[in-house]
T-cell receptor, first 111, second 116 residues
Framework: GEDVEQSLFLSVREGDSSVINCTYT??????LYWYKQEPGAGLQLLTY?????DMKQDQRLTVLLNKKDKHLSLRIADTQTGDSAIYFC???????????FGAGTRLFVKA | GAGVSQSPSNKVTEKGKDVELRCDPI?????LYWYRQSLGQGLEFLIY????????KSGLPSDRFSAERTGGSVSTLTIQRTQQEDSAVYLC??????????????FGPGTRLTVL
């Protein structure tokens, strides 16, 4: 079946790096996503990675994909208080419309 | 252009009453989704619509839940005979659907439903 799992909480100090981890079960997943949800708002796509890639970097964000272990991670460099939010891992298949979301990891950034 | 909008932003109702939640997707988006977000439960898929195809209702938790999408645009999620366990934030999202290989979904701000 399809399942996406991630830890529920992460706390880091401002200026440190944050690493949020996710595992998924569907080996046929083609696209993997990280969404961010700020308080009182809907989710917003941060970045995505295609399954034939190992890494994707976008400014302070680095996504690592280990397809063999079905493990996805999001690294945020120089974490700021504005990064405090819930981060959702998700997966879908190419051309597919159904996206499976994890439960979300709540990131706390201490000043 | 405008994003996904939802109304009302907050709804308080009494147990046993029916409620209707509305979603206006981004113009031109053919796919529309409803999710439920409960505290500590993450994002629960409810239903999605894609163009003129039959909707995927596999996530609806009971027959008290139904949804419509009129004219391929606005959608209404109806919950009949509400129960306290229906209290949650209901999120709507839309996407380009078949026009895009990867499925970026654009979310509305949600409707917070409280059943007393």
């Amino acid at each position: 079946g399809e399942d996406v799992e991630q830890s529920l909480f992460l706390s880091v100090r401002e200026g440190d790096s944050s690493v949020i981890n996710c595992t998924y079960t569907d080996s046929s997943s083609t696209y993997l996503y990280w969404y961010k949800q700020e308080p009182g708002a809907g989710l917003q796509l941060l970045t995505y990675i295609f399954s034939n890639m190992d890494m994707k970097q976008d400014q302070r964000l680095t996504v690592l994909l280990n397809k063999k272990d079905k493990h996805l991670s999001l690294r945020i460099a120089d974490t700021q208080t504005g990064d405090s939010a819930i981060y959702f891992c998700a997966e879908s298949k190419s051309g597919g419309f159904k996206t499976i979301f994890g439960a979300g990891t709540r990131l706390f950034v201490k000043a | 252009g405008a994003g996904v909008s939802q109304s009302p932003s907050n709804k308080v109702t009494e147990k046993g009453k029916d409620v209707e939640l509305r979603c206006d997707p981004i113009s031109g988006h053919t796919a529309l989704y409803w999710y439920r977000q409960s505290l500590g439960q993450g994002l629960e898929f409810l239903i999605y619509f894609q163009g003129n195809s039959a909707p995927d209702k596999s996530g609806l938790p009971s027959d008290r839940f139904s949804a419509e999408r009129t004219g391929g645009s606005v959608s209404t999620l109806t919950i009949q005979r509400t129960q306290q366990e229906d209290s949650a934030v209901y999120l709507c999202a839309s996407s380009l659907g078949a026009a895009s290989l990867y499925n970026e979904q654009f979310f509305g701000p949600g409707t917070r439903l409280t059943v007393l």
